[in-house]
């Protein structure tokens, strides 16, 4: 009989993390599908990807954390790309996003001209003000200005000889006061709600460069959203003594802005955080996970190995100092305790159109899930 009971517990918890990883994988093909159009600054992507998440926590029974509403508005400039995109070198016509990508800062053009070189990667057009540069690897970013010029930068391997002449057909559209939200929710604490354990991504990605492309940002966010949701749906059913927050931020692509924003405007005192745990990039796993801060807060750090280690969850967990690389940052600098755990392997798409959910690979998302349950766990210990 206890043979039966033992075998009949494995195969629930088994069912269970299947039903995790069929969750995951629904969640990230979601959050990267057109509709969400890169969760950005056209199509009303990251809008529609704020109220998609708000229905979410509302959906598993999560408090706002303030007020009857999940979102924390807030506005900031961004230059954006909604229409024309289109650039040729020598007269062929190159692909957005796979041969080519403008710079986050430039204004619109439509020219042509002669390219003069000034050195091994950088040719320009100065009577139109057109720099074209020659890349290994595109990567995309967001600007929060606007240039009086216009980059193209151009993946080597597209190209068959030298460049020697442009032409460029690019529309832009500066927004100021972009508006937009965090999203905040709880579940209040069932001994001591003034203490908070919070869990933190940012669920903004690159957007659209130009009416036809966009960035769909599986690994860079939509697996880090796609855990904080998990461990919400998690803790909303298994209430903790500790209060468990959840905040999904906006604007980090624009510059870490969203937390900036929460920490300058808190919605919970700063002072009952006991501690933050920031997840971004949490697609793989196969090499470990690295911990930033991990040398900042030492006790916690050995805490979290320990874990990993009596779970034999992740094959190492690797240790980094302060960093300003995500939105763990603007509360260590409010004196709020926090890690910014990232995995390591796997696929190296980064900030570039690859970043799929067809090619992520979730392979250590369920180990990665129990550890940071645990983690949560023995911190309310402390």
Known sequence: MKLKLTLLCCVFINCALAQDSIFARRMVDTLTS??????GYTNEGMSKAGKFISAQF????????????????????????????????????????????????SQGAKAQGKLVQQDSVTFVNAENRIIVS????????????LGDYTV?????????????????????????????????????????????????????????????????????????I??????????????????????????????????????????????????????????????GITVVNASVYPKQFELLKQVNAQGNYLVKVYSRGKAANSDHYWFTEKGVPAFFIYT????????????????????????LFKLLVDFNTQLQKQ
């Open 152 to 224: 193209i930068q151009v993946d080597k391997k597209a190209l068959k000889g030298q460049p020697s002449a442009v032409s460029v057909n690019i529309e832009n559209k500066l927004i100021n006061n972009f508006k937009t939200g965090n999203i905040c929710a709880l579940v209040k604490g069932t001994t001591k709600p003034d203490s908070i354990i919070m869990f933190t991504g940012h669920y903004d990605h690159l957007g659209g460069m130009g009416s036809n492309t966009y960035f769909p940002g599986a690994n860079d966010n939509a697996s880090g």
């Open 34 to 39: 057109p509709y969400f159009w890169g969760r």
């Open 226 to 287: 796609t855990m904080l949701l998990s461990l919400a749906k998690y803790y909303a059913a298994h209430p903790q003594p500790y209060t468990v927050a959840f905040m999904c931020f906006a604007g980090e692509e624009a510059g870490i802005l969203g937390s900036k924003y929460f920490t300058e405007h808190p919605l919970v005192p700063l002072s009952s955080i006991k501690f933050l745990v920031n997840m971004d990039i949490m697609g793989t796993g196969n090499e």
């Open 344 to 367: 390591m392997g796997g696929i190296k798409a980064y900030h570039d159109v690859f970043d799929i959910s067809k090619t992520l690979p979730l392979n250590e998302y369920n180990d």
């Open 58 to 105: 509302k959906s598993y029974g999560l408090q706002p954390m303030k007020g009857k509403d999940y979102m924390q508005e807030f506005s900031f400039n961004v230059n954006t790309f909604p229409g024309k995109m289109e650039v040729a070198i020598n007269g062929a016509a190159l692909v957005p996003s796979r041969d080519f990508i403008v710079g986050p800062e």
């Open 134 to 145: 020659l890349q290994n690897k595109l990567t995309w970013s967001v600007a929060q200005e």
